[in-house]
């Protein structure tokens, strides 16, 4: 089975750029996860979809960042404009249902994001 | 609220030594779930173990072995005869049991050296 695709892997910018991350989650599963690990720390999640829907957007910063999941597939996260705090990596997770497969998340190997 | 606290910020251990790595976790969901993930240098995030808050019989798997109390709300790890490879980041993280999102603790950086 394949995994939890990301990319980039690495992105570096300025502050006050724009940039996106890219994410295809296992197939068949519904739900998807962006999730915001600044170095350090644990993740933390920033949002959660069920399909093409928006289950959890509480600790999405919405002044910069955007997310999408048109399809109920593949998901695009997007920070217009980047801060230099914005600097982490962001993983991405699916699961087969709303409250988890038997074994838990699947994860992305994530993108690294700087921001100078 | 949901917490979950690994007070340990960075383990070192010699080969070969066994290490246990702490978490202790705050919910108010009388069902809920916690998770143990391995984060190694490249930064993926590996899964080794799901509990769920009904069944506290402690697991053993290999070298690692998992410790869930749930009168002290604690879930602990211990990797017996460390080895190089177990150096990683290592993540508790708890979940409730209505669709809700992870929330992990700040990780323990085990480094085991030669």
């Known amino acids: 089975e394949a995994g939890v695709a990301q990319s980039p892997r690495y992105k570096i910018i300025e502050k006050r750029q724009s940039v996106a991350f890219w994410c295809n989650p296992i197939?068949?599963?519904?739900?998807l996860y962006w999730y915001q690990q600044i170095l350090g720390q644990g993740p933390k999640l920033l949002i959660q979809f069920q399909n093409n829907g928006v289950v959890d957007d509480s600790q999405l910063p919405k002044d910069r960042f955007s997310a999408e999941r048109l399809k109920g597939v593949d998901s695009t996260l997007k920070i217009q404009p980047a801060k230099l705090e914005d600097s982490a990596v962001y993983l991405c997770?699916?699961?087969?249902?709303?409250?988890?497969?038997?074994?838990?998340?699947?994860f992305g190997s994530g993108t690294r994001l700087t921001v100078v | 609220a949901q917490k979950v606290t690994q007070a340990q910020t960075e383990i070192s251990v010699v080969e070969k030594e066994d290490v246990t790595l702490d978490c202790v976790y705050e919910t108010r969901d009388t069902t809920y779930y916690l998770f143990w993930y391995k984060q190694p240098p490249s930064g993926e995030l590996v899964f080794l173990i799901r509990?769920?808050?009904?069944?506290?019989q402690n697991e053993i798997s290999g070298r690692y072995s998992w410790n869930f109390q749930k009168s002290t709300s604690s879930f602990n790890f211990t990797i017996t005869a460390s080895q190089v490879v177990d150096s990683a980041v290592y993540f508790c993280a708890l979940r409730g049991n209505y669709g809700q999102n992870f929330v992990f603790g700040p990780g323990t950086r085990l480094s085991v050296l030669p």
């Open positions: 197939s068949g599963h519904a739900t």
């Open positions: 509990r769920n808050s009904f069944d506290e």
């Open positions: 997770a699916s699961s087969s249902n709303n409250r988890g497969s038997n074994y838990g998340y699947t």
